[in-house]
């Protein structure tokens, strides 16, 4: 939960705005290879159309994704005690397994580079480093907006100036319960990123300072209260094998962020 240690000058500006989606899609399985064809342009938006030098890449949290509750010399977090709250969780899930990052990091940097991503913030988790709780208390900025990334981004710039902004989590779920075929035909989350990075070129075009974006998230993960009844990822994980598939939507971020495409 602890954020990493960034640059001064670098707002962590957490933009919270995970929207909860609530039904299945109403279409037929099938493969995400046999989808690609089918996959909605950006509607002319690419990576050349932000400035030079902006960063694009995916966001997670050490216990949703690292498994290893009790491996790698890491103490107790307090959500290691907290999910342990009996019927506080739905199937009373933990992170302790989840999608085991300790042993697949190679794997996940290699699916991050092959969808043509830069970044990946991943903040650690403080009981990893403080084994004995010694380590200050966490603290998360959570800002809830409830009005529309253009206008969170310009209220940021009126009232606090020319701040160097990052955004450094945007994403959107499905529920937990969607079979493979159904949940690769993510059309509903790539309608929402394409909505989310136009809001966001729009900002950039008029001023605001952001230099970055990171997407919530690369795999489907421990979500918290929801336990892993809810997937962020636009890669799909299969939580028996392990396996990563990506979804429709990480083929169409490698498409966005594809360079030269002139
Ligand atoms: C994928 O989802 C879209 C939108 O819900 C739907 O129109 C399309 O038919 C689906 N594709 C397949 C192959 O099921
Ligand atoms: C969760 O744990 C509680 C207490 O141990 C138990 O009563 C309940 O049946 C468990 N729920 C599930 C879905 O396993
Ligand atoms: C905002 O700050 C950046 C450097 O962080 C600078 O390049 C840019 O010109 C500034 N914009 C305004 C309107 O002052
Ligand atoms: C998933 O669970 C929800 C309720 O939690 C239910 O309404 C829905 O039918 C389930 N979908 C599938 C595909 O099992």
């Keep these: ?46 990576r050349e159309s932000f400035p030079d030098g902006f960063v694009f890449g995916t966001a997670t ?14 103490g107790p977090s307090i959500w290691d005690t907290f999910v342990k709250i009996p019927g506080l969780i739905p199937d009373n899930a933990t992170g ?20 043509n991503f830069e970044a990946y913030r991943f903040s650690i988790s403080w009981s990893r480093i403080f084994p004995e709780g010694t380590g200050k208390a966490n603290s998360y900025w959570l800002y809830d907006v409830p009005w529309g990334l253009y206008k969170a981004l310009h209220y940021v710039k009126e009232r606090y100036g020319n701040l160097t ?36 070129k729009k900002a950039v075009d008029n001023g605001v300072n952001v ?5 919530w998230s690369l795999l489907d993960n421990f979500e918290w209260r929801l336990g892993y009844t809810s997937r962020f990822g636009i890669v799909y994980v299969d939580y028996n094998t392990l396996k990563r598939y990506p979804k429709l939507s ?3 971020f490698m498409e966005f962020l594809r360079r030269n495409k002139h």
């Design 165 to 200: 902004i990052i955004l450094s989590e945007n994403g959107r779920d499905d529920p937990g319960n969607l079979t493979l075929p159904w949940a690769l035909n993510d059309t509903a989350r790539i309608s929402y990123y394409e909505g989310y990075l136009g809001e966001l």
């Design 211 to 215: 230099v970055g974006y990171f997407a």
């Design 61 to 74: 949290s050490a216990y949703q994704v690292e498994g290893m509750a009790d491996k790698g010399g890491r």
């Design 96 to 115: 302790e397994i989840s999608v085991d990052q300790y042993h697949h990091y190679e794997e996940d940097m290699n699916i991050l580079a092959d969808l």
């Design 250 to 252: 990480a083929y169409w």
């Design 1 to 46: 939960m602890a954020e990493m240690k960034t640059q001064k000058t670098i707002l962590m500006l957490l933009l919270s705005m995970l929207l909860i989606a609530g039904s299945a899609y109403a279409v037929r399985p099938t493969q995400t290879h046999e989808l690609v064809a089918t996959m909605p342009d950006s509607g002319g938006l690419s």
